[in-house]
T-cell receptor, first 112, second 116 residues
Framework: GENVEQHPSTLSVQEGDSAVIKCTYS??????FPWYKQELGKGPQLIID?????GEKKDQRIAVTLNKTAKHFSLHITETQPEDSAVYFC???????????FGPGTSLSVIP | KAGVTQTPRYLIKTRGQQVTLSCSPI?????VSWYQQTPGQGLQFLFE???????NKGNFPGRFSGRQFSNSRSEMNVSTLELGDSALYLC???????????????FGPGTRLLVL
């Protein structure tokens, strides 16, 4: 069935450094890839998304890249700040399967 | 525009009891999905409703059920609670069902259920 893998499961970086989270999806028909940030005690919040007709998208310190051939997509956070500490989920969806498939999550810690 | 709201935010029940959780989607959103989140299992899909019809269901026992009303508000019910049902239950809404038209889901804050 459909599957999304996510690596690493935990990531610790120094404040100001960059963080990269990578995801791989199994269904080549997937065409929409959102990223969510979940802070302690809160629901996941959409931080950026990318559609299959685009290779890269940026929003201030956050960027997402998509490689459809390899079925990989990645989240890049530059100039990390302590408030970036949270669990990040990648996800994939497409018209073929009518639901969102989530990766297992990455716990990011930014050390001041 | 108000976000997705879920009530109650916290709930403590004992084994064997039943519980009903409520979700109000973003105004205009007609699709509501429910997820169970536990530390070991991540986000597990429960079911999705669109226009009062359950369109998709995850791999959960029949003790888990839901419904959607004509105003798009949704409820989920868990009967005969077990200790393993302790989790954060998240509701997410979107304009149309996930997968169609590359539509974004927006999550509520969740209901934290503790079963003793």
């Amino acid at each position: 069935g459909e599957n999304v893998e996510q690596h690493p499961s935990t990531l610790s970086v120094q404040e100001g450094d960059s963080a990269v989270i990578k995801c791989t999806y199994s269904d080549s028909a997937s065409n929409y890839f959102p990223w969510y940030k979940q802070e302690l005690g809160k629901g996941p919040q959409l931080i950026i998304d990318i559609r299959s007709n685009v290779g890269e998208k940026k929003d201030q310190r956050i960027a997402v890249t998509l490689n459809k051939t390899a079925k990989h997509f990645s989240l890049h956070i530059t100039e990390t700040q302590p408030e970036d500490s949270a669990v990040y989920f990648c996800a994939a969806t497409g018209i073929a399967y009518d639901k969102v498939i989530f990766g297992p999550g990455t716990s990011l810690s930014v050390i001041p | 525009k108000a976000g997705v709201t879920q009530t109650p935010r916290y709930l403590i029940k004992t084994r064997g009891q039943q519980v009903t959780l409520s979700c109000s989607p973003i105004s205009g959103h007609r699709s509501v999905s429910w997820y169970q989140q536990t530390p070991g299992q991540g986000l597990q899909f429960l079911f999705e409703y669109f226009s009062e019809t359950q369109r998709n269901k995850g791999n959960f026992p029949g003790r888990f059920s839901g419904r959607q009303f004509s105003n798009s508000r949704s409820e989920m019910n868990v009967s005969t609670l077990e200790l393993g049902d302790s989790a954060l239950y998240l509701c997410a809404s979107s304009l149309v069902p996930p997968g169609s038209l590359q539509e974004t889901q927006y999550f509520g804050p969740g209901t934290r259920l503790l079963v003793l």
